[in-house]
Nanobody
């Protein structure tokens, strides 16, 4: 099992920045990739960013490309999501997730391969 705990959410004005952290514990070595997702009120959860835990490759949803940056610190078993130029439409609960042990670190924008989820952290962007 892998346990994930997000932190760093909060209230920020449009144009501002936040950095989310996701600390992993347990059998962290089983996951080759981690991802960030978000769920806005009344909407389905959507993919935001993915990162390979093998070589650090990252990929992003079009809505955040150029504004958000995912990073990892393997020594700390932590992944980050740096969010810049935030917009009101970025308001959501943000979740980090880790892929199950049988999945590669290849690009994947769905949820099925992510077996472990954090509890989420609220990000609110005011206009």
């Amino acid at each position: 099992q892998v346990q994930l705990v997000e932190s760093g959410g909060g209230l920020v004005q449009a144009g501002g920045s936040l950095r989310l952290s996701c600390a992993a514990s347990g059998r962290t070595s089983v996951s080759n990739a981690m991802g960030w997702f978000r769920q806005a009120p009344g909407k389905e959860r959507e993919f935001v960013a993915g990162i390979s835990m093998i070589d650090g490759r990252t990929y992003y949803a079009d809505a955040v490309k150029g504004r958000f940056t995912a990073a990892r610190d393997n020594a700390k078993n932590t992944v980050y999501l740096q969010m810049n130029s935030l917009k009101p439409e970025d308001t959501a609960v943000y979740y980090c997730a880790a892929k199950g042990e049988y999945y590669s670190d290849s690009y994947y924008f769905g949820e099925y391969e992510y077996h472990y989820w954090g509890q989420g952290t609220q990000v609110t962007v005011s206009s």
